[in-house]
């Protein structure tokens, strides 16, 4: 269990707390149980250093308040908008024989060895938190499920995972079959189609010339044949 040391604050005013922030020191509520709520300050450096650390929302925390011990769950934090540093946290007091509604992470574990991710299977995570009502005296850091073994098709649901209490079923993740996108057909190449347009374009043209040069021909043979007639009559005898 990790700890964390506060120290109680009496601060009241907007000045007061910008001391305690300039100071290294976030300010924070400690609220729960029969006890009032308390007014306490954390040490910036040691607070991100358990933030850093997995599930920090879902780890029971023993607080050392002037000596004294609180188990307690972090439950909300604030961050400043520019530079994202922590400013305010809040705790919520463990009282034992209690419930606490928590949300605890999914952590899923044996991916390599799932025969369905294997043949290309997509792992489908539809929640990767779980809200759960847990005895404060038994509460998970993180849900675990095992793919090995794993084929396409099945899905967990949350009544598959151990858990301190039972609630409603749904569903956490499923194994899908991989999704193919069949590529679009390219279209044929008119190539030959327009080499034969042309050819045919060429050979029309060809058979027109062919025409007006037997036309022209005829018409020609026509005037040499009138031209002879004529030369013909004028070279006959003249009679007396």
Do not use: W
């Amino acid at each position: 269990m990790n700890s964390l040391e506060a120290n109680i604050r009496s601060s009241q005013s907007v000045g007061d707390i910008k001391k305690i922030r300039n100071s290294g020191f976030v300010p924070g509520i400690l609220y729960g149980g029969k006890s009032e709520n308390q007014k306490i300050s954390v040490s910036k450096k040691n607070l991100k250093n358990l933030m850093e650390k997995e599930n920090f929302l879902s780890r029971i925390i023993n607080l050392k308040i002037d000596g004294k011990d609180e188990n307690v769950l972090p439950k909300d934090i604030s961050f400043d908008v520019l530079t994202d540093e922590p400013i305010h946290i809040d705790f919520l007091r463990v009282i034992k024989g209690s419930s606490v509604v928590i949300e605890v992470p999914v952590k899923f574990i044996n991916n390599e060895k799932s025969p369905g991710l294997k043949r290309g299977g997509v792992l489908n995570i539809v929640r990767r938190k779980v809200e759960l009502k847990c005895p404060s005296e038994n509460i998970p850091s993180e849900l675990i499920v095992d793919l090995d073994g794993v084929d396409i098709g099945h899905s967990f649901k949350i009544s598959s995972i151990e858990l301190p209490m039972q609630g409603r079923d749904f569903v956490i993740a499923t194994v899908a079959a991989p999704t193919v996108i069949k590529e679009p057909e390219k279209p044929a190449e008119t190539t030959d189609g327009g080499e034969g347009a042309e050819t045919a374009s060429g050979s029309d043209t060809t058979d027109e010339a062919a025409k007006t040069d037997t036309k022209s021909g005829a018409n020609d043979g026509e005037k040499k044949e009138g031209d002879k007639k004529d030369s013909d009559k004028k070279d006959e005898p003249k009679k007396s």
